[in-house]
Every structure is written in structure tokens, then in C-alpha cells.
């Protein structure tokens, strides 16, 4: 598969793959983009890119950018409709019924692998996040509140959306970046509750001062589920690109 190209598949009135080059063998992958953003966005193209880079994959990037640029509660309403389309797709390509749900969670597959970059609540704070533990793996990048070199921006709608883009950013970099290892470190109790306390800003600096073990330390990206670390895990960054 040639990373720059790319195919258009729709899911109504009926689902067509024929002229793609769709492979039923290989690992087929879904990303769907969030609010204020659309399938076109070159920040997807780079995670594509990588994905292609490390293994034979269909990637599919879910467009639902027409409605997700409206009003955040009337976006936050659409996702019913986004997902039951992107179910039927998964019905027509696997034959299977899939996990119908309105919240994703560790039994909807094999491995779930969650990142948190916005954790913070909407009101009053403005996060755009979840900060609950939802899956086999929930990765928390800088506590999973905020994200360094966002809080400063003066730009009301870019210091809001910044941390929320930034788990996509972080993943590319994993994965294109042989360089740029995020390793996550395992949460303690008492880690969280500090964590939480400051508001994700002391667990930057508390993850350093540990060491990893094959039990407590699992990467981020596409082998994290050959590890056999399970739970909740803090994950330290840099300010900017490549963040590692």
C-alpha cells in the first residue's frame, strides 16, 4: 500500500470496497477525528503514513468533519449517528456485530489502549476529555489533565483544543519516530491521588524518578500489547515536537 494513497469508501445508501484496494488479510484499522477537525486533516495522513511505515494495514480515517464543526454539545449528540455508520462498516467487513455502545471499555476487544491528554473536566476547567480508566492499557501523558506548551497559548480556542490534539501527535511520534519511546510507568494509588490533587502537574516529574520493569513499564504504540503490564500508567514529555 502506498502511504500517499487513498481511497473513498461510503457507508450509504450502500458499502462499496470494489474500487479500493482493500485486503480482508491484513489488520484494518479505524480512526475517527474529534471535534473541530475533518478526515482531510494532514495530522491524519501523518498517522496513516506511520501505520503503513510499520506494518500491512488498512487504515480507514473516518470523515464526519461536516458535523463535528458544529456547537460541541451538538457535535457530542452526533457521534450516536457517526458510530452506528461506522458499526454497519464493521459489521460488512468482519461479519461481525461489534461492541454497540455508547462508551468505549477493556471488553469491547482483544487490547484496549486508551490515551489521555485532556482528562480535565468540561465545566468549569474545559477539557474535552475522559479521565476515567476505560481500557486493558489507559496511558495518562503529563497526568493526563493538560499538556506542557499548551496552558500559555492566549488563543482561548487553542489553549482548549491543544492538549485534546496532543494524543494523536504523541501516537504518530511513537510510531514513525524509532528515536522517541514513550514508556509508561504503572500508577500507584497514592501517584493518582497526587495526580489528581495538582491537577496532572506533579505526575511530569514523579515518572522520571522511577525505574522500569518489565511488570510495571509498557510502551505506547503497536507492541504495547506484546507486554504483559495491564492498568493505569504515566507517561512524561517534552514541550515540543518530538516530545520524547
Not at 489488520?27 to 473541530?36: A, K, N, Q
Not at 451538538?74 to 457517526?82: C, D, E, F, L, P
Not at 495526580?195 to 496532572?200: A, F, Q, R, V
Not at 505526575?203 to 513499564?217: A, F, G, M, P
Request: some cysteine; hydrophobic content about 35%; charged content about 20%.
Amino acid at each position: 500500500v502506498k502511504p500517499s494513497k487513498r481511497y473513498t469508501i461510503t457507508t450509504w445508501p450502500s458499502i462499496n470496497l470494489e474500487d479500493s484496494n482493500y485486503n480482508g488479510s491484513h489488520v484494518t484499522i479505524l480512526y475517527v477525528h474529534g471535534w473541530s477537525q475533518t478526515g482531510n486533516d494532514s495530522r491524519l495522513d501523518d498517522l496513516k503514513d506511520a501505520i503503513l511505515h510499520n506494518m500491512d494495514a488498512n487504515v480507514i480515517l473516518v470523515d464526519w468533519g461536516t458535523t463535528a464543526h458544529i456547537p460541541y454539545p451538538q457535535a457530542v449528540s452526533n457521534t450516536r449517528i457517526v458510530s452506528a455508520q461506522i458499526l454497519r462498516l464493521w459489521k460488512h467487513l468482519t461479519k461481525k456485530k461489534g461492541a454497540d455502545k455508547l462508551k468505549l471499555n477493556r471488553d469491547d476487544a482483544t487490547f484496549v489502549e486508551v490515551i489521555h491528554t485532556n482528562g480535565r473536566p468540561t465545566l468549569p476547567l474545559l477539557g474535552l476529555g475522559i479521565y476515567q480508566r476505560l481500557g486493558d492499557v489507559d496511558f495518562y501523558f503529563n497526568g493526563g489533565w493538560d499538556q506542557p506548551g499548551c496552558t500559555n497559548d492566549e488563543n482561548l480556542h487553542l489553549r482548549v483544543f491543544c492538549p485534546h490534539v496532543r494524543s494523536l501527535l504523541y501516537y504518530v511520534e511513537a510510531l514513525k519516530n524509532p528515536d522517541c519511546k514513550f514508556w509508561g510507568i504503572k500508577r500507584s494509588q497514592s501517584r493518582t491521588i497526587l495526580s489528581i490533587l495538582s491537577g496532572g502537574w506533579l505526575s511530569r516529574y514523579l515518572v522520571s524518578l522511577r525505574k522500569c520493569k518489565i511488570d510495571t513499564c509498557i510502551p505506547v504504540g503497536l507492541d504495547s500489547i506484546k507486554y504483559p503490564a495491564r492498568g493505569a500508567f504515566d507517561v512524561a514529555t517534552s514541550n515540543s515536537v518530538p516530545y520524547c
